[in-house]
């Protein structure tokens, strides 16, 4: 597929056949929201108080953008209070179903005064945001002191590599440090069913504000970082999905 191809595919784009869907609506697999759990806990010693970390401090809150039915929040396992922004309700019913320790809120996320929500503590997000809002939600969260410390999110691997998503980019406090490819086709969730056929790969990006970014970025076209203990990428998914319902 080429460059072009994937970048058109970024385009929300509504189907008739259901009331108001766009591609900004797809669910995060089981396996995905497990997945993106483990690389936040992984990352957030580093980020926060870590060897690498310029100015160490405590993480406060986990902040997560458009959290949807719960399929990312429900595997988180610490104890930091945790935010679920989400701007449909009858998901947030849902979420909470699944994630009640989980405080929950029925807001667009771009309307949400951070200063006012977190009072200057430290905190860090996840998200699988809609696509086509994501420079918006970055350019969001710039906003505000103090800035996230970590973000963990799924975006279309060539998401970043349009010209002028780069360069907006490149205007905010924010570096990749990390980027996970993932192999083969995610097969996001619309009403409850997988739909492995987009025409478009993605990753999961690790975000950190510049002067505390611990990693030297290398082009994303040549950064790859497999799951620990794969032999190579096609064996990244198979025996992750979890069996039965």
Known sequence: MTLATQQKSLIPATSPSLDGWTTDDWETPLYLGRFMQQVLENHIVDAFCG???????TCDFILEVGAGNGNISRFYAGDRHYYAIESKYSRISKGRQVFPRGDWMHQDFLQL??????????YAVISNPPFSQAMEILEHLAAFKPLPRLMVLLLPTAFFQTEER????????????????????VGFIRNDIAEPNRQCNDSVFVLQPVKDSPIKIQPLNELRLD????????????DEVPKGK
Do not use: M
């Open 51 to 57: 060897p690498t970390s310029i100015h160490p401090k």
């Open 113 to 122: 005064d951070l200063g006012k929500l977190f009072g200057g503590c430290h």
């Open 166 to 185: 780069s360069q907006r980019l490149a205007q905010l406090p924010f570096s990749i440090t990390a980027e996970y490819r993932l192999a083969g086709r």
């Open 227 to 238: 799951l620990p203990g794969k032999k190579n990428k096609r064996d990244c998914w198979d």
